[in-house]
């Protein structure tokens, strides 16, 4: 059965890579994934990389993500990079709202919602994260929490914008454990989101792409993506060894 929405995988270097290695990996990513056509690829390396990566991909089939955006475009504002910044070096998406920027850095949801609106001001594509901890699965919240920051992300967001937003549901308690979300657990809130989603914009639910993302790797992927609302993978460690990445994007695509 022909799938409903064009899968969509995504690697995020996190904090790994000098220049001269993520453009190594970026090159054999690009290499692995050349004859495959019915699906979208991103790599998200460090802002050291970015424009140099960006560069290596030039015309090819793959996209280059930054890890993170400011909101404001200019000003004293020490260590942040723009969204503008981050187009002009190449980039196509931005990833904003990942639980280590929540959790380490003291994001807030509201803050998301700025960096969404900033990037979509700037010409990216963003990628929202959403995802409960551990213990608000445990005592039963991950629906509202996850509802909490859906609402507050795409906050006055226009139909527009909405078009060029991705989504990535990643549980906490998933990301760099080892334990991935069960299909059936990724699909219960991957279809709340598309529900939610819906509720605002009916005629964009069935071609918002929503991603899984939590400890995604090759032999768990095509279980994830058999799941009728998982529309690719946002994925950490297994993004940084390209066999295995380009296995994902591979096998995921094909479920
Ligand atoms: P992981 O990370 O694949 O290493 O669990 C996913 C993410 O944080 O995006």
Redesign the pocket.
């Known amino acids: 059965m022909a799938r409903a929405r064009r899968p969509f995988f995504c690697g995020?270097w996190?904090l790994h890579g000098s220049i001269a290695e993520s453009l190594a990996l970026a090159t054999e990513v690009r290499n692995g994934v050349a004859a495959l056509r019915e699906v979208d690829v991103a790599v998200g390396p460090s802002f050291t990389a970015l424009a140099a990566v960006a560069k290596r991909l030039e015309d090819g089939p793959v996209a280059v993500a930054a890890q993170d955006c400011f909101w404001e475009g200019k000003g004293a504002f020490t260590g942040e990079v723009s969204p503008a910044q981050i187009a002009d070096a190449g980039c196509k998406y931005v990833i904003v709202g990942?639980?280590?920027r929540r959790q380490l850095f003291g994001e807030l949801d509201a803050a998301v919602n700025l960096k969404a609106r900033a990037a979509l001001g700037a010409g990216l594509l963003p990628i929202i994260c959403v995802g409960e901890t551990l213990a608000e699965r445990d005592a039963g919240e991950t629906i509202g929490r996850v509802q909490a920051q859906l609402d507050a992300a795409l906050a006055d967001l226009s139909d527009a914008d909405l078009e060029r937003i991705v989504i990535?549901y990643?549980p906490v308690w998933?990301?760099?454990?080892g334990r991935n979300a069960t299909p059936a657990q990724a699909q219960e809130v991957h279809r709340f989101i598309r529900t939610r989603v819906g509720a605002r914009a009916p005629g964009l639910a069935p071609r918002l792409r929503i991603l899984y993302?939590?400890?995604?790797k090759p032999d768990n992927i095509q279980a994830l993506m058999a799941e009728e609302d998982v529309d690719g993978g946002?994925?950490?460690?297994?993004?940084l060894s390209a066999e295995s990445f380009v296995r994902i994007v591979k096998e995921g695509s094909a479920a």
Not at 174 to 177: K, R
Not at 234 to 239: F, I, K, R, Y
Request: proline share 0%; glycine share 24%; no cysteine.
């Open positions: 995020n996190k990942h639980s280590e990535a990643e998933a990301i760099g454990t993302g939590g400890s995604v946002l994925v950490g460690g297994a993004s």
